[in-house]
């Protein structure tokens, strides 16, 4: 765990994480000063100078799922998160998986009891 911090100073243990694709996470263990801040983490994270492709302050960060800003105060065992731009709205990609899965496949009629009434 790199340690980005002096000795006389208190320290924070931090993680960072990013996922560019599905299946594929980069996390970094930090040690920062305890007055450090999201952006911060992430200068110290060097996960910026391999995503080259995301501004930091057009990025989307979160902190243990609640969306946060550069600047947000960070605590000890904090996570924060980089999170990427979805390609497909979940609403449309639900819809789209109903169709090809057709309607007896997918949703409450998959198993029906035997004897039951229709959508039970």
């Not at 990013?18 to 594929?24: D, F, G, H, M, Q």
């Not at 980089?82 to 090809?100: G, H, N, Q, S, T």
């Amino acid at each position: 765990m790199p340690n980005r911090s002096t000795a006389s100073e208190p320290v924070i243990r931090v993680c960072v994480v990013y996922a560019p694709a599905a299946r594929e996470v980069y996390e970094v263990a930090l040690c920062l000063a305890e007055a450090s801040c999201v952006g911060d983490a992430l200068r110290h994270s060097g996960l910026l100078q391999h995503f080259s492709e995301r501004d930091p302050h057009k990025m989307v960060l979160g902190v243990w799922g609640r969306r946060v800003g550069l600047t947000h105060a960070l605590r000890d065992q904090d996570r924060v998160e980089i999170y990427r731009p979805l390609r497909v709205d979940p609403k449309v990609a639900r819809r789209e998986r109903f169709v090809k899965q057709g309607a007896r496949a997918a949703g409450l009629f998959v198993k029906k009891r035997p004897g039951a009434k229709a959508g039970y």
